[in-house]
């Protein structure tokens, strides 16, 4: 998934009357709005013309297409459905809906070229700026607690992963830095931990900017079991490949088996030795730079057929998504269910690695700051990590507020990601949000961790 794309909203909504911390919450959704384009700015201005308008990969949609769907949401939902405002410019609807055009199409339609892209979302966000100024946050259930504002701003920010995507596939050199994440000492602590079985509240009927797929919030009953207490790291990973791990079929999911051999894949995405296929160290190219695979950190684009192989391999498997949601967020002391692993708080620079602040995941331990009770780290930022679980709705789902956020991906053919990663704003990551890809995916920042039932052998 990584970005939500929507089509336009169904109906209009009016403005209802004023709430206690209606300020509060302005402040918030100008916070996120602003936050986004920032990042959004810098994502389409490093690179010159031709880089917006080209398609860096067919999975991939052009940047200048990112770029102006950003705007035309935003008008659709907080002009149109909001303010009830008439149509900018209705006759570019459909080329940004993404129902309408699959990525692998975009880039032969008519699409704005860039100065006018940025003109058209910039005068949109003026308008939104003015909306929000005198919005009411009550009456429907789009502008309740500023839920539509919210949303926006998430959109937003999930293309801006989309688009740091790009730039990873793209060809040339580095034209996007940032400090790396501070080193940390090697883990010290045990390499997994018991979560007691028993009940625990999943999803959440509280958070007011969450997502339809995370509600509504509902008990769910786990076993005891094992969870490693960092994501799997390169060195761990590469241990797996010299081993023959990608010559084994046992290992592997047999539509697994099949796509690794079908397109010779070896090792993960961006990997090559510097000596040939089978000899020499392991060298990755991160945004333009080729550098050592650095062992201490978390494994990088891996799809699920790959964690799922490592995870057998290993004697272990991939934890199902209930068992990654508690072990993030139950508090075996009070009962309840956090926010977040550290507590209710919003995320900080102490807590996690997110928003773009570094270009790559910190060193395995890092952050003890945001460990779970259990002693958990990094379950949230660095790594999207893959889960055994199919993407399905939560008893009582409703869809909100359009179909096609969530419903049309339920089923068999996507795997839940959890807990965001380094692209992935806050806004965008919490302890109960769902990502969803084809088990296939490897240009996503996806990560894993691994597993075990209580009282299997270690």
């Known amino acids: 998934m990584t970005a939500p794309e929507s089509p336009r909203p169904h109906t209009a909504q009016g403005a209802g009357a004023a709430t206690a911390g209606e300020e509060t919450l302005r402040e918030r ?116 607690a500023g839920f539509a504002f919210g949303m926006i701003a998430q959109h937003e920010q999930q293309h801006d992963e989309t688009m740091l995507i790009t730039h990873q596939l793209r060809e040339g050199p580095a034209v996007l830095t940032a400090p790396d994440p501070a080193p940390a000492p090697p883990p010290a602590g045990p390499a997994e931990v018991l979560v007691p079985g028993g009940p625990f509240t999943m999803g959440t009927s509280a958070e007011p900017w969450s997502l339809d797929n995370e509600r509504p919030a509902h008990p769910r009953i786990v076993p005891p079991f094992l969870i490693d207490t960092t994501p799997v790291t390169n060195a761990a990973y590469q241990a797996f490949i010299e081993d023959g791990g990608y010559d084994e079929p046992r290992w592997w999911n047999p539509e697994g088996w099949a796509h690794i051999r079908g397109h010779s894949i070896r090792a993960p995405l961006f ?146 990601l959890r807990g965001g990663s380094f692209a992935v704003d806050p806004v965008a990551c919490r302890g109960t949000f769902r990502n969803w890809d084809y088990p296939i995916r490897r240009q996503i920042f996806s990560g894993f961790r691994t597993a075990r039932d209580a009282g299997q052998e270690g």
């Not at 303010?83 to 199409?105: K, N, Q, T, V, W």
């Not at 892209?117 to 100024?133: F, P, S």
């Open 29 to 144: 959704a100008l916070h996120a709005l602003s936050t986004a384009r920032e990042r959004t700015a810098l994502l389409t201005s490093c690179v010159e013309e031709p880089d917006l308008t080209a398609q860096h990969s067919p999975l991939m949609s052009p940047l200048v297409w990112d770029l102006a769907h950003i705007g035309n949401q935003e008008e659709l939902w907080l002009l149109r459905a909001v303010a009830g405002r008439e149509a900018m410019r209705p006759e570019i609807d459909g080329l940004y809906d993404a129902f309408e055009h699959p990525r692998s199409e975009r880039p032969s339609l008519p699409l704005l070229p860039p100065d006018e892209a940025r003109r058209y979302a910039a005068e949109v966000r003026g308008r939104v700026l003015d909306v929000l100024e005198s919005a009411r946050f009550d009456g429907t259930p789009l502008t309740e």
């Open 271 to 416: 990997w090559h030795r510097d000596g040939g296929p089978r000899s020499g160290r392991w060298l990755r190219r991160r945004f333009g730079v080729t550098e050592p695979v650095p062992p201490g950190e978390p494994v990088l684009h891996v799809c699920w057929y790959e964690a799922d192989a490592y995870a057998r391999w290993a004697g272990r498997r991939l934890p199902t998504e209930a068992e990654w949601e508690k072990a993030a967020r139950h508090d075996p002391v009070s009962g309840r269910s956090r926010r977040y692993p550290w507590g209710d708080a919003d995320p900080t620079s102490e807590h996690a690695n997110l928003g773009q602040r570094h270009l790559r995941p910190a060193p395995a331990g890092s952050y003890p700051a945001g460990e779970s009770p259990l002693g958990v780290r990094q379950l949230i930022g660095d790594v999207w990590e893959w889960t055994a679980s199919d993407f399905l709705p939560y008893p009582g789902f409703e869809p909100f507020p359009y179909r096609e956020y969530s419903e049309v991906f339920f089923g068999p053919d996507h795997k839940v």
